[in-house]
């Protein structure tokens, strides 16, 4: 598990393993499976049309599989965003930062190989090993690594459908803030067809990617699908850096079978490889008034991942018509990074790491028919994950030479489930749900800490164990088929983690978060089905939230520990699509106030050795007084709105025109607020357009993202400011065969 805390004072190994959960299939899963999958060309990347469309000219019917059978999002009691590969590219996401301008309530603040992924605040709020991921990602049904290995490029997919709120019972325990689950365009039997697309734009932006999907038998059919990009740095350097300046190289490949002897047999076998090569991450101190991507490095700047995946996906539909479904995954990666974590030209604190990950999954669901007063879901789960921290590989200068702390050894982290749900399906369009899971999860550390200068060595052999039980009950009632009323309550956690001792003294471990969401909502349909309308409301209480402070007893040491009162966390959210003859409309926003209770810490940036306790302070310079502070990434307000227009040209030939526009408010990057140490991360307002010119089989497209030039801060993390995205933009081709 990788260490990303950057701490210049003592580090701490991650016990909380990332213990993944039920691994849930995403929108078309069930129908993949089965071999009637979506259609490929939904992930075909450059395809201008308009995919939120019928052929009647109106919408379409959004399909998901949250609960583990196919339903209609308009008729299912969540809240969740869902879009093609299609509506993806128009959108012009093409990588895990670029969701929150699809999805309101949701923030990705990216400090280079890990992500600090939240969903209504709640996630992954440290950015460091040992507090686990809360927003956990799927890849066709299978729980990818917890927070890190998330730069994959979105290429050749079916859909993503991102959820929000705790998802207790199918997705379990990192799925506190919430899920997203990805699905690959599958192989499927409609003859030998694909695309194949090349992309050029400024910082030398190069692009190639493409898919090919070949029936081989009348009951074997395959797909093959690469991405390659290379980009210049956005960055200029100054210093005596000797390698690194945020220069990208980026190549995947993915090979996949669909096997159908039968109507009630089916597999899909998906293999995935990726190596990214980031450049490392070039930030200046998070106090800098410098431009944002002027920065100087006094280090090697590296960040390389590379990553592997394997999923099988097995159905078998019994006489009876009960399904019995085996998924199972096997993950592999090893990441590399530098960086000078003072961020300056001059000598500071260089660190490096070298982290190997190894994950494997398996879950075996048995699905009633879909029909019936009762219907129900019941599975079980078990993952194990293991890090290995290689001697010589994991190490913080103080500076190189002087005073050098090394770790080495490997952490492994055990995870076992069991979950059900009912579903009783009374008169007048009413369904009342109840669903359980039961979650055990134990992390056994055998890592070692070394400071040679000193002929110092510490072992850290810990255990960290915890169980929970968690879901959701809820009730819906279709009133008539046009609107849909909702009301549930839901639970979620996630799992705690161990502190390395500080000297010679054993800390605790920290605990387990959990969160209860109580929450309603209204699907309308109108016009005839050429508008829809969703909005939600949520009351949370947050419980436990694991935060980096200065040690009450020794502040200018770092310890992870929990909030001792939870947090209240309420809010809105509202989203329309439409088609209105040529033109599509799409806008989403979300309103929410997040509350800490009571909670004093010290801030172990600011100079000061006052001991200060959680509960009652006593408030001072150095220990403050954090009740009713916001949640950490929680802004305020997002909201994104987006509109398309397809013009009829002669020769059969369409001029489709999209812009996006997309705000994400301003958030703390920690809860101290200190605006002068670089915790308030502005306002984010990016606007990006596409102009597709498509005739037969070929589609030329001009895009531009962040066409505003919004110069930003993506995220602050230890003392150290990372710049977002600058305008890009350029021209993509695409063939369609």
């Known amino acids: 598990m990788k260490i990303r805390a950057f701490v210049c004072v003592a580090l701490m190994v991650g016990g909380a393993a990332a213990a993944k959960t039920s691994a849930v299939p995403t929108a078309a899963a069930a129908s993949e499976a089965r071999g009637d999958s979506a259609s490929s060309q939904a992930g075909a990347s450059g395809s201008p049309a308009d995919r939120s469309r019928s052929a009647s000219g109106k919408l379409t019917e959004v399909l998901i599989t949250a609960e583990k059978r196919v339903t209609n999002l308009q008729q299912t009691p969540i809240a969740a965003t869902v879009m093609t590969g299609a509506q993806l590219l128009h959108a012009g996401v093409i990588n895990v930062n670029q969701l929150e301008t699809i999805s309101p309530s949701l923030s990705v603040n990216n400090f280079g190989q890990g992500n600090d992924f939240n969903i209504r605040g709640i996630g992954k709020g440290e950015h460091n090993t040992q507090t686990v991921t809360g927003v956990v990602t799927y890849r066709d049904g299978v729980a990818t690594f917890p927070g890190y290995f998330q730069d994959e490029p979105y290429y050749d997919l079916s859909s993503i459908a991102v959820l929000r709120g705790p998802q207790g019972t199918f997705a379990g325990e990192n799925a506190i803030g919430g899920a997203v689950y990805i699905t690959e365009a599958p192989p499927n039997f409609n003859g030998v067809h694909g695309y194949a697309t090349l992309q050029y734009g400024n910082y030398n932006d190069t692009m190639a990617q493409g898919a090919v999907n070949i029936p081989i038998t009348r009951t074997l059919a395959s797909r093959v699908a690469f991405y390659d990009e290379y980009r210049s740095s956005f960055f200029h350097l100054t210093g005596p850096y000797t390698g690194g300046n945020g220069t990208l190289k980026e190549s995947a490949l993915r ?236 639970t979620g956690y996630k799992q705690g983690g161990i502190n390395l001792p500080i000297g010679f003294q054993y800390q605790a471990p920290f605990r387990a978060e959990y969160a209860t969401d109580y929450e309603m909502g209204w699907k309308a349909s109108a016009l005839d089905d050429h508008l829809r309308t969703q909005v939600d409301g949520y009351y949370t209480r947050y419980h436990n939230f694991q935060v980096t402070i200065g040690d009450p007893l020794l502040p200018v040491q770092q310890l992870e520990v929990n909030n001792p009162s939870p947090t209240t966390l309420y809010g809105v959210e509202f989203s329309l699509q439409a088609v209105l003859g040529n033109l599509s409309l799409d806008a989403n ?149």
């Open 255 to 490: 090979f996949s079978l669909l096997w159908q002897p039968s109507k009630s047999l089916s597999a899909i076998w998906r293999n995935d490889y990726s190596y990214v090569d980031n450049g490392g991450y070039p930030a200046s101190p998070a106090t800098a008034k410098t431009p944002l991507f002027d920065v100087g490095a006094a280090g090697d700047q590296l960040g390389i991942d590379q990553f592997g995946r394997s999923t099988l996906n097995v159905n078998y539909i019994m006489a009876d018509g009960i399904t019995l479904r085996s998924i199972s995954g096997v993950q592999w990666g090893r990441t590399e990074y530098a960086a000078d974590v003072n961020g300056t030209a001059q000598p500071g604190y260089p660190f490096k790491d070298a982290v190997d990950e190894n994950m494997y999954s398996q879950e075996f669901d048995l699905i009633s028919p879909d029909k019936g007063f009762l219907t129900w879901v019941t599975g079980v789960y078990y993952q194990a994950n293991n890090y290995l921290f290689p001697l010589g590989r994991f190490n913080l200068g103080y500076p190189t030479g002087v005073f050098n702390e090394i770790i080495n050894g490997n952490n492994l982290t055990d995870s076992a489930a069991a979950f059900g749900q009912l579903s009783f399906h009374f008169n007048h369009g009413v369904r009342f749900q109840l669903g359980a899971r039961y979650s055990y999860n134990d992390s056994v550390n055998r890592v070692g800490v070394v400071i040679p200068e000193f002929f110092y060595a510490e072992p850290d052999h810990q255990m960290e164990r915890d169980y929970h039980t968690t879901g959701k009950a809820s009730l819906g009632w279709t009133v008539n088929p046009d609107n849909y009323l909702y009301a549930f309550v839901a």
């Open 589 to 737: 926003a979300a309103l929410e106030h997040t509350s800490l209770g009571t909670f004093f810490a010290t801030d172990y940036r600011v100079p000061g050795l006052v001991t200060c306790n959680p509960l009652s302070g006593p408030a001072s310079a150095t220990c403050v007084d954090l009740s009713g502070h916001p949640q950490s990434y929680a802004p305020k307000v997002t909201y994104n709105l987006s509109a398309q227009y397809l013009f009829y040209l002669p020769g059969d030939a369409t001029l489709t025109a999209r812009a996006n526009y997309s705000h994400v408010g301003s958030q703390w990057a920690t809860l101290f607020d200190n605006p002068a140490l670089g915790d308030f991360l502005g306002a984010r307002n990016l606007l990006s357009a596409q102009l597709a010119y498509g005739r037969g089989h070929w589609t030329f497209t001009a895009y531009g993202t962040n066409l505003t030039n919004q110069q930003y801060v993506s995220a602050m993390i230890s003392q150290l400011r990372f710049a977002g995205a600058p305008r890009q933009y350029g021209i993509r081709v695409t063939r369609m065969f």
